[in-house]
């Protein structure tokens, strides 16, 4: 059969990836799809790089335009990221008739019901697999393998920046600023962290998992986003006393009142699996009804990962181009005519349990106060640790975990202890999941 055709937008770092693993897998990658996966067409602005990388092997345009318009382009793949022209070239593309495979976990989170709606319209389909955690086949998974199953939960470290972060902070005993620095100093952060640093990267993706989960559209704009900036090496210190490991988490889950989207950084067991991901991989555990909990674990970013799953995207392109729409797997694992409009829940009814420190005055009576104000607010403690006052000092770090309660009683008891006046400054917040 003819190949075909690809027309490749952005040939950076992930697109560099995806024209040299296809070169050099063209005839395993051809095997697996019973026809060629030909690169025809690359666009980017520095069109000199692009010639360089490409050596004659595909046209090269500096209009992404051309590209989406030319009628010899069977499939558009799109790694320019952003929600601005990214939004308008898929869209273009799906308008004429080409299937689209993307990397872009921002634009589908934010945009992906307009794109897969388009796509739907057209019988053209949108493959994302690369969008969230890299290289790992978790899109595939949560649409395919566990088809069979009731998703309970998914918790996700999907975001290797701040997973190599914290890290370092706990192996090192660093301070966030000093390890952010030696980050972007390594290339595991970009010169502009905000993005994964504030959680906004982890958000994208666990968004675009909660939808195909749950069966409900790409609700980005209700995610509880936190990121790492305010952690504490202190914390990551008093959290591995307790038997615990901080790590940033993109969360789903379904409840009776509706399901919980959220993302921040969490105390996690040490004995879980995944609470030993260590540096810039990423890692997703799922909880299903019938299969119990499943893990995926690998690198989450890089050219080649990120390129793995961009090809695997295309081979399933190629096989499904004569399949017609209603026999291909939906975009977000349910029929689009059933998709449900479950409520996201607001952060203050999340049920969860939390890890306190305050600094406190070492005088009597100190604790009982606390533990007042924690019970008045339906609030109880797990376990507690205590430093003792060094020499000299007059105040010491208290540290609580509670057993599960509301987010709105949590702060409530806050609030109040903060005006205690034997209380100093602000309470540290984490929140914990066993992810039993």
Known sequence: MKPIQVGLLGIGTVGGGVFSVLDRNQEEITRRAGR??????????DTKRAEELVKGRAKVVSDAKQVVN????DVVVELIGGYGIAKELVL???NNGKHVVTANKALLAVHGNEIFAAAQAKGVTVNFEAAVAG???IIKALREGLTANRIEWIAGIINGTTNFILSEM???GLDFDVVLKEAQRLGYAEADPTFDIEGVDAAHKATIMSAIAFGIPVQFDKAHVEGITKLSAIDIKYAEQLGYRIKLLGI???TKDGIELRVHPTLIPTKRLIANVEGA???VQVMGDAVGTTLYYGKGAGAEPTASAVIADLVDVARLQTADPEHRVPHLAFQPGSMVNTTIMPMGEITTSYYLRLRVADVTGVLADITRILADNSISIDAMLQREAGDGENQTDLIMLTHETKEKNILAAIAKVEALKTVEGSVTKIRLENLS
């Open 170 to 172: 706990r192996d090192k």
């Open 135 to 137: 290289g790992i086949p």
């Open 36 to 45: 060629g996966i030909k690169i025809h067409t690359v666009a980017d602005l």
């Open 281 to 283: 991989m990423n890692a």
């Open 70 to 73: 030319d009628p010899e382009i």
């Open 252 to 254: 789903t889950k379904k």
């Open 92 to 94: 273009a593309a799906i």
